[in-house]
């Protein structure tokens, strides 16, 4: 394929991302996602999200033409809200074209994505708090609401990780903050916490995932195939919740598809990462900077992602 080719594929798929991701702002706000007149209400959500996911992307890309590995510029996934998913986006990748040699620039390019879309999100999210509209914003979709005395907290819902929870409490608002079944009406705080639930998914440190690629060059091949099958093991573990009785038919949407994750995971990226040609360890730097992110992943993976509670109805 020229190169031409490949670059009107990468803007293509860049422009009907922006639309679905759009399409989608406009869905979480309970507007018409039809009508064309209500596409300006969607900008706040498609313009964040792209900007994290371009954040991600490009911190591999320049990472890797730092070390001169060649690769592709990022080709973004979109996806109709209304039929696929209701982020309007599966993400966004890069092809690396060459072969990844030492620990060093493995270690570099892996965590570099990370990084940065984790501190576009991290942006994204505190400036959402801080500028949390007050209550009446939420009487604009929910007009019901109105005559309640408290938000119901059932329905469709965010799950929680240790940050965006200690955000949420430490973080200046106006003295309202919405509960998680209606976070996804607030563009900004959406897609800090879609920003966090991605990033923890790269991070899983299984196979030639990013946190597969930092675990190895912290830990070597033999200790990271260790790891990872206990890791494996555990989204099995988590997923099996979704057969529980009672609890199983709440989480089932969401604790379910550590499932098809871990399917995806063994038979796709495989467990395992092939070995790498240069085995020098890294310096005391990158290690440092390798066990943080590590940590950061445990504290924005979020077990149970989305709960329902009106399927038990």
Known sequence: MSKTVTTLIQVGLFVLTFFTTTVAGVGWLNKEMTE???????LPYSISILLFLSAHEFGHYFAARYHKIKTTLPFFIPAPPMFVNPFGTLGAVIRIQSPLLS???????????PLSGLLVSLIILIVGFMTLPGKEYIFTIHPEYRDLDSLPESGFTFGNSILFWTLSRIIPTNGFVPPMNEIYHYPLLCVGWFGFLVTALNLIPVGQLDGGHILYAL??????SKI???????????GLTSIFPVVGQKYFLSTSGWLLWALILFFIVKLDHPPIPDEEPLDKN???????????FMLIFTP???????ILN
């Not at 064309?36 to 969607?42: D, V």
């Not at 830990?219 to 990271?224: A, D, N, R």
């Not at 990872?228 to 988590?238: K, N």
């Not at 149970?304 to 009106?310: L, S």
């Open 103 to 113: 620990k060093k620039s493995m270690f570099d390019v892996g965590i570099a994505g």
């Open 286 to 296: 990158r290690k440092m900077l390798g066990w943080i992110i590590l940590i950061i």
């Open 304 to 310: 149970i992602p989305f709960t329902d509670d009106t």
């Open 219 to 224: 830990v070597g091949q033999k200790l990271h």
């Open 36 to 42: 064309l007149s209500n596409f300006k209400y969607g």
């Open 228 to 238: 990872a099958r206990y890791f494996f093991i555990f989204l099995i573990l988590l």
